[in-house]
């Protein structure tokens, strides 16, 4: 990995850490050589502080270190994206990030949508919500809707209208979420399930 120390005259390069699940920046902290390299070896992320003035591994004190995964190296060699498997939370005062955020896994527009169907589910007045409307009706009926869905997913893939196609398996995503909210799960949820069949 031929990293540019030379281009500021601390001989330092930036280095993002993300999450290797979730996918959520962490921090950010500074390397140098002797840190890089201390990494590659210890696959234990280490930095060198600047205040500190030496090398300095994440959790060498807490223990909430943070162990190797991959790096990678930006298009102007001069700043590193450390994916990593956090032990622990990784801000010094005891948050998940450096932001003050969830290190949770979030799915764009999937995620929204999940808190969509979920507040419209709170709502009071069910009249003006399908989603309210329908989930006052029981998880029988969710459930019943799921399976007209995938129904008439099966019944478009038959044919050659991609337009119906898609707009059915919308149809049965959206219903889908709702479902897995009536029996109190998230998608992420399913998506562990998934991750630990991969691992298998």
């Given at each position: 990995m031929n990293v540019d120390f030379n281009k500021n005259e601390d001989g330092l390069?930036?280095?993002?850490?993300?999450?290797n699940t979730t996918q959520?920046?962490?921090m950010q902290g500074y390397m140098n050589a002797e840190a890089l390299q201390k990494t590659q070896d210890t696959k234990l992320v280490t930095f060198y502080s600047r205040s500190k003035q030496r090398l300095w591994t994440k959790g060498e004190e807490s223990?909430?270190?943070l162990k190797l995964v991959s790096i990678k190296l930006d298009c102007d060699k001069d700043s590193l994206l450390i994916k990593v498997n956090p032990?622990?939370?990784?801000?010094?005062?005891g948050t998940d990030t450096c932001w003050?955020?969830?290190n949770t896994s979030t799915y764009g527009f999937l995620s929204n949508l999940e808190a969509t169907i979920e507040s419209r589910i709170k709502a009071a007045?069910?009249?003006k919500s399908y989603v309210a409307?329908?989930?006052?009706k029981g998880i029988n009926k969710v459930a019943q809707k799921v399976g007209e869905e995938a129904v008439e997913v099966v019944i478009e893939a038959k044919d050659d209208n991609d337009e119906l196609f898609l707009e059915e398996s919308a149809d049965l995503l959206f219903h889908y979420l709702m479902l897995l909210q009536?029996?109190?799960?998230?998608?992420?949820d399913v998506v562990s399930v998934l991750r630990s069949r991969d691992k298998k």
């Amino acid at each position: 990995m031929n990293v540019d120390f030379n281009k500021n005259e601390d001989g330092l390069v930036p280095a993002i850490i993300q999450d290797n699940t979730t996918q959520q920046v962490l921090m950010q902290g500074y390397m140098n050589a002797e840190a890089l390299q201390k990494t590659q070896d210890t696959k234990l992320v280490t930095f060198y502080s600047r205040s500190k003035q030496r090398l300095w591994t994440k959790g060498e004190e807490s223990g909430n270190v943070l162990k190797l995964v991959s790096i990678k190296l930006d298009c102007d060699k001069d700043s590193l994206l450390i994916k990593v498997n956090p032990q622990g939370p990784t801000c010094h005062k005891g948050t998940d990030t450096c932001w003050d955020e969830t290190n949770t896994s979030t799915y764009g527009f999937l995620s929204n949508l999940e808190a969509t169907i979920e507040s419209r589910i709170k709502a009071a007045d069910s009249e003006k919500s399908y989603v309210a409307s329908l989930f006052a009706k029981g998880i029988n009926k969710v459930a019943q809707k799921v399976g007209e869905e995938a129904v008439e997913v099966v019944i478009e893939a038959k044919d050659d209208n991609d337009e119906l196609f898609l707009e059915e398996s919308a149809d049965l995503l959206f219903h889908y979420l709702m479902l897995l909210q009536a029996k109190g799960f998230k998608l992420d949820d399913v998506v562990s399930v998934l991750r630990s069949r991969d691992k298998k």
